[in-house]
């Protein structure tokens, strides 16, 4: 079993609507977590991240962690079609050298 | 341009043959991570440095694989008598060095490795 698991999508949604991201983690010793966005054919790049629990905003982005759970989520407002890419969640433990990734959700955004 | 080169983008190569990538960080980074991606899958770490030091290894680092970065600037990454399951995006990423906090790793455009 994977630490962190996510479902593959693909998740298409018209443009507009809200588009609803989770991973679900497995060790509890990760602290920070993380939303990297990636591009057909190009490294990930860094949305956001939150340490331990709670809830982040960023414009049109909201990050959640429920550690109880060991649930992530991530909510993209307003979906536009240059937000098609794949969502990747990740996390790292406290003072940690490696990002343990899930496996990417694919979204695409219709116009 | 500031962020993390690699070099090449893309290799194509014979099952066999050697291999090795480069890749450049961010000016002053003091880690520097290589991480590989198959398709459809998150990337998976492989190895890092701290400066010139290598730290981790991953078990998926096996024998055929090497890495260096004698300088503690750039890093290449080897894969000797590849195979066709190598084939995968190698990706490299640089922080400056970590406390006790997060410290955001910069990913480079990754160099896609296909062995035929």
């Known amino acids: 079993q994977k630490e962190v698991e996510q479902d593959p999508g693909p998740l298409s949604v018209p443009e507009g609507a809200i588009v609803s991201l989770n991973c679900t983690y497995s060790?509890?010793?990760?602290?920070?977590f993380m939303w990297y966005r990636q591009y057909s054919r190009k490294g990930p790049e860094l949305l956001m991240y939150?340490?331990?629990?709670g809830n982040k905003e960023d414009g049109r982005f909201t990050a959640q962690v429920d550690k109880s759970s060991k649930y992530i989520s991530l909510f993209i407002r307003d979906s536009q079609p240059s937000d098609s890419a794949t969502y990747l969640c990740?996390?790292?433990?406290?003072?940690?050298?490696?990002?343990?990734f899930g496996g990417g959700t694919r979204v695409l955004v219709k116009p | 341009d500031t962020g993390v080169s690699q070099d090449p983008r893309h290799k194509i190569t014979k099952r066999g043959q050697n291999v090795t990538f480069r890749c450049d960080p961010i000016?002053?980074?003091?880690?520097l991570y290589w991480y590989r991606q198959t398709l459809g899958q998150g990337p998976e770490f492989l190895t890092y440095?701290?400066?010139?030091?290598?730290?981790?290894k991953s078990r998926l680092l096996s024998d055929r694989f090497s890495a260096e970065r004698p300088k503690g600037s750039f890093s290449t990454l080897e894969i000797q008598r590849t195979e066709q399951g190598d084939s995968a995006m190698y990706l490299c990423?640089?922080?400056?060095?970590?406390?006790?906090?997060?410290?955001?790793?910069?990913f480079g455009p990754g160099t896609r490795l296909t062995v035929l």
């Open positions: 990423a640089s922080t400056p060095l970590a406390g006790n906090t997060y410290n955001e790793q910069f």
């Open positions: 060790n509890s010793a990760f602290q920070y």
């Open positions: 939150t340490y331990s629990s």
């Open positions: 990740a996390t790292i433990k406290a003072a940690g050298n490696k990002l343990t």
């Open positions: 000016s002053e980074h003091n880690r």
């Open positions: 440095f701290q400066n010139e030091a290598q730290l981790e």
